[in-house]
């Protein structure tokens, strides 16, 4: 079973920084993906950025410039960096891990970005 734990979400003006952090434990054997998903109330989830073991990486339309993902495989730890952050991303945002066992979410982290 996989683990994921997010953290640094908070509360953020229009225009400021967020980096997400999350890390992943349990019984992992190889991961094909993690990524970043998030979702405000009412809405669909909605995919923020994917990378895989190699590095390579995929961004949502609504953040490309802005967000970067990164990763850690030796300690399954993935990041996104958030600038130029808009109210509009305000949202959960979940980390996710793709492996044989399928697709594992975490808890989520909250990010209000207001002034």
């Known amino acids: 079973q996989v683990h994921l734990v997010e953290s640094g979400g908070g509360l953020v003006q229009p225009g400021g920084s967020l980096r997400l952090s999350c890390a992943a434990s349990?019984?992992?054997?190889?991961?094909?993906?993690m990524g970043w998903y998030r979702q405000a109330p009412g809405n669909q989830r909605e995919m923020v950025a994917r990378?895989?073991?190699?590095?390579?990486?995929r961004d949502g339309d609504s953040v490309k410039g802005r967000f970067t993902i990164s990763r850690n495989t030796a300690n399954n730890t993935v990041w996104l960096k958030m600038v130029s952050l808009k109210h509009e991303d305000t949202d959960v945002y979940y980390c996710t891990l793709d492996s044989r066992e399928g697709r594992s979410w975490g808890k989520g982290t909250q990010v209000t970005v207001s002034s």
């Open positions: 349990g019984t992992i054997d190889s991961w094909y993906a």
């Open positions: 990378i895989t073991p190699g590095g390579r990486a």
